[in-house]
């Protein structure tokens, strides 16, 4: 049974910033991993992030998408079964690892797991089309 996805808002914003051919990827990456995002040892495909480059991201797991050179950094929400995107970012030096650290702090007390407005939704049928569609 899969997991529902959601992205935060800036993750949203990194996805319709890569082109067709990738964005493609990432989705049926994530799809695949929705499927049991928990770690692997708990039988799921997560892979755990913890003190990375002096970022902690306890609590959170990425997907390597290798032939891109992209991560997607994620968090559960176990009782709601809810797969929460942080950030989708090329690896770059770790980059992406700061950047995640970057927005899980400046949610500024408001949790990353409760994101509100977002500026378009993402559509994907079983087929792997992708459309996003602005929500303004």
């Given at each position: 049974m899969s997991w529902t996805i959601e992205y935060n808002k800036k993750a949203k914003q990194d996805?319709?910033?890569?082109?067709?051919?990738?964005?493609?990827q990432v989705l049926k990456a994530i799809r695949k991993v929705s499927q049991n995002p928990l770690p692997k040892t708990e039988g799921g495909f997560g892979k755990p992030l913890g003190n990375k480059s002096n970022n902690n991201l306890t609590g959170c797991y990425k997907i390597k998408i290798r032939t891109l050179g992209i991560r997607v950094i994620y968090a559960l929400v176990r009782k709601d079964r809810n797969m929460k995107i942080i950030v989708i970012s090329a690896r770059a030096d770790d980059t992406v690892y700061k950047i995640a650290a970057d927005r899980i702090l400046d949610m500024s007390g408001?949790?990353?797991?409760?994101?509100?407005?977002?500026?378009?939704?993402?559509?994907q049928n079983q087929s792997n089309k992708v459309t996003l569609a602005k929500t303004f």
């Open positions: 996805l319709y910033h890569l082109d067709h051919s990738q964005r493609t408001k949790s990353i797991l409760h994101e509100d407005e977002i500026p378009f939704e993402i559509i």
